[in-house]
């Protein structure tokens, strides 16, 4: 069975389109709750919830963290840079599971997987603090042999697969299936290397026929389809026909 984690990001954008002024996060007039939003979520079936406290802080806030942790029901999978900050606060809120991001400020969402390679030393360090504290951590990666072995090297237990190119190719029959082949390749070197291998970033209704097909995938972190459709059919609706799509 694949699993689903869902990403509540775009809840807490929808909310600081209007409210980022605010003191308070929730409650009044100010919505929609993005806590609310994840225990709805897991209701509905998600098995982890994957929230990204920004530097800028431009979406998901620290209180809608902690909100959720009061009365959550699965995991939280906190998505964050490798910064000195952003890894202090990580500790702090202590979640199940880091997933490490490049962060670009002028990027809208997390765009490209993270240079492992490049930032062996950081990287290693980020991993051996947060695993010595019981935080297993993921590497977002492009599905990059070398960038594979990177992660493996530092001594990361799991990956993220980014899905972004597949999930451009999917409406083009020609890229379509080399894309696919080339996120078929990263889960097999990721399991050869012992490595757990997620895989996430624009997946929707539609690709998600394909990337199903990458079945010892561990789990899919999906957010902005599931929201987006959510909007007309409701979120419990959304989150229960990925999931069965996933696993069809
Ligand atoms: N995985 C990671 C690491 C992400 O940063 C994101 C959000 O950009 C996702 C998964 C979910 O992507 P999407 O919102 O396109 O489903």
Redesign the pocket.
């Known amino acids: 069975m694949i699993l689903l984690g869902v ?1 509540i ?2 809840v807490a954008t929808l909310r600081q389109a209007r409210y980022r002024d605010e003191a308070e996060t929730f409650g009044g007039f100010i919505e929609p709750d993005p806590a609310a939003m994840a225990w709805l979520a897991e209701d509905a079936g998600a098995d982890g919830i ?1 929230m ?1 406290v920004r530097e800028d802080r431009r979406h998901v806030q620290v209180e809608d963290v902690q909100r959720y942790q009061e009365k959550m029901k699965t995991r939280l999978n906190l ?1 964050t840079s490798m910064s000195l900050e952003m890894v202090q606060l990580a500790q702090e809120i202590r979640p199940e599971s880091v ?1 490490l ?1 490049p962060e670009n400020r002028k990027e809208v ?2 765009e490209g997987g993270l240079d492992v390679r490049g930032n062996m030393e950081r990287a290693s360090e980020v991993v051996r603090e947060l695993v010595q504290n019981g935080i297993p951590v993921s590497m ?1 990666i492009d599905p990059d042999p070398d960038q594979l072995e990177a992660s493996a090297e530092i001594g990361a237990p799991w990956v ?1 697969l ?1 899905t ?1 190119s597949f ?1 451009r190719a999917w409406y083009d029959s020609e890229s379509r299936q080399r894309e696919l082949d080339v996120l078929s390749e990263g889960m097999r070197i990721g399991t050869e290397l012992g490595l757990r291998v997620n895989a ?5 209704y539609e690709n998600v026929e394909g990337a199903r097909k990458l079945a010892s995938i561990y789990e899919f ?7 987006s459709r959510s909007l007309t059919t409701g979120l419990v609706e959304s989150v229960q026909k990925m999931k069965s799509l996933l696993n069809e």
């Open positions: 990403n990001d775009h994957t990204h998505e997933c991001v969402t997390t977002f993220e980014h972004g999930a996430g970033h624009g997946i929707n972190n999906i957010g902005h389809s599931i929201i």
